[in-house]
């Protein structure tokens, strides 16, 4: 069964660092997807990414934070100067662009970033 | 305010013993529900989902989930729980139409769910 992959599992890094976060989602997808959750919180959305631009955004993904898809495969989170706050599991998720929004968005097994 | 809950943090059962998991939301209009888990080391997996139609869903492993539009609830249960069943579980919500939402999810705070032999 295709599945959504995030490298790496775990990324430690000093603060004010960037850092890529890399996801491989499902390969007939065209809707992609960041979603990250602090220790104890609830699963928080950051960015949806349609037709090589973003289609929304929250209110966490500032300017230090960007996506891009920079090949046919990849869909890359990257965090430009690192926060202690920006420490959290990262999750990539995908869907097919079929029944709109009740289409399943497929996850990732997140990375994890430690911010030091 | 727009709000998924969750209102069980931690849940302990025998395996064998029956098992619900309360959602509730607060939305202008009935959203589309879901309900994902995540077990160590894993990503969020979909175990069932509503739209409309049949207010009682049935999904992967087992679980069922009951749509109760009057009291704003997508409780979601298993009749016999398995110890393989211990993970965290995540109500999900996504606008039915209107603004710029993607088919982004709103989650609920999650419920761990731990089973006892």
């Known amino acids: 069964e295709p599945e959504v992959t995030q490298t790496p599992s775990h990324q430690v890094t000093q603060m004010g660092q960037e850092v890529i976060l890399r996801c491989v989602p499902i390969?007939?997808?065209?809707?992609f997807y960041w979603y990250r959750q602090i220790l104890g919180q609830k699963v928080e959305f950051l960015v949806s990414?349609?037709?090589?631009?973003?289609?929304?955004k929250s209110e966490i993904f500032d300017d230090q934070f960007s996506v891009e898809r920079p090949d046919g495969s990849n869909f890359t989170l990257k965090i430009r100067s690192t926060k202690l706050e920006d420490s959290a599991m990262y999750f990539c998720?995908?869907?097919?662009?079929?029944?709109?929004?009740?289409?399943?968005?497929?996850f990732g097994p997140g990375t994890r970033l430690t911010v030091l | 305010a727009q709000s998924v809950t969750q209102p069980d943090i931690h849940i302990t059962v025998s395996e064998g013993a029956s098992l619900e998991l309360r959602c509730n939301y607060s939305?202008?209009?009935?959203?589309?529900l879901f309900w994902y888990v995540q077990s160590p080391g894993q990503g969020l997996q979909l175990l069932l989902k509503?739209?409309?139609?049949?207010?009682l869903v049935q999904g992967i492993k087992g679980f069922e989930a009951e749509f109760k539009s009057s009291q704003s609830s997508f409780n979601l249960r298993k009749p016999s729980v398995h110890w393989s069943d211990a993970a965290e579980y995540f109500c999900?919500?996504?606008?039915?139409?209107?603004?710029?939402?993607?088919?982004?999810?709103?989650f609920g705070q999650g419920t761990i769910l731990t089973v006892h032999p």
């Open positions: 998720a995908s869907r097919a662009l079929t029944g709109g929004r009740t289409d399943t968005q497929y």
């Open positions: 390969s007939n997808h065209l809707y």
């Open positions: 990414f349609y037709n090589n631009e973003i289609s929304e």
């Open positions: 939305y202008g209009a009935t959203p589309y």
């Open positions: 509503y739209f409309s139609g049949d207010t």
């Open positions: 999900a919500v996504v606008l039915r139409a209107g603004g710029t939402s993607y088919g982004k999810l709103t």
